[in-house]
């Protein structure tokens, strides 16, 4: 059973760097999109980007100029790096997997359990 | 981006209801659409991919259908479990886009 967990600090400065891990166990991090996705308090989901397991990447317009994400296919592990953040980047972050059947994009069928990132001084 | 627009954002309903929950696309995407339970303080949980098909464990008192830009999400008998809030996601193209969420209540 492929499992996910996020991990990380849960308070961040603003104008600073919001770091994540997601550790995938069960499983390898070959031949799979991996996706960070993450949901403001009481609001909706919101997909961040990918990262494949070879290392090819791709982001939401929306943040692409604040977003890196990163693998480590030795560790089978994940990282999410979101620059420049503010209170509007407080949101529970998940990480998942993403099956794809012939090309991007996929569905997320495994999710880690998530984590609060608050952005507060 | 495409949009995707559920309704209704809410609705009550009691065990053993037939409930349905539509979600349209402000442009085609095939049949790439994939439902999500999310209960509180939980993770999404895959319900339905490629519109229609079930995801393995899922009971089938959930189903979906549509194509284009028109999906429903139907429970046949809704149960105690399923009292959730429901997703629809488009994975047509990036960047992949939710729903706005249907929350639904008990009655």
């Known amino acids: 059973q492929v499992q996910l967990q996020e991990s990380g600090p849960g308070l961040v400065k603003p104008s600073e760097t919001l770091s994540l891990t997601c550790t995938v166990s069960g499983g390898s991090i070959s031949s799979y999109y991996w996706s960070w996705i993450r949901q403001p308090p009481g609001k909706g989901l919101e997909w961040i980007g990918y990262i494949y397991y070879s290392g090819s990447t791709n982001y939401n317009p929306s943040l692409k100029s604040r977003v890196t994400i990163s693998v480590d296919t030795s560790k089978n592990q994940f990282s999410l790096k979101l620059s420049s953040v503010t209170a509007a980047d407080t949101a529970v972050y998940y990480c998942?997997?993403?099956?794809?059947?012939?090309?991007?994009?996929?569905?997320?069928?495994?999710w880690g359990q998530g984590t609060l990132v608050t952005v507060s001084s | 981006a495409i949009q995707m627009t559920q309704s209704p954002s809410s609705l009550s309903a009691s065990v053993g209801d037939r409930v349905t929950i539509t979600c349209r696309a402000s442009q085609g995407i095939r049949n790439d659409l994939g439902w999500y339970q999310q209960k509180p303080g939980k993770a999404p949980k895959l319900l339905i991919y490629a519109a229609s098909s079930l995801q393995s464990g899922v009971p089938s008192r959930f189903s979906g259908s549509g194509s284009g830009t028109d999906f429903t999400l139907t429970i046949s008998s809704l149960q105690p479990e399923d009292f959730a809030t429901y997703y629809c996601?488009?994975?047509?193209?990036?960047?992949?886009?939710f729903g706005q969420g249907t929350k639904v209540e008990i009655k």
């Open positions: 996601l488009q994975d047509y193209n990036y960047p992949q886009t």
């Open positions: 998942a997997r993403e099956v794809v059947t012939l090309v991007p994009p996929g569905y997320f069928d495994y």
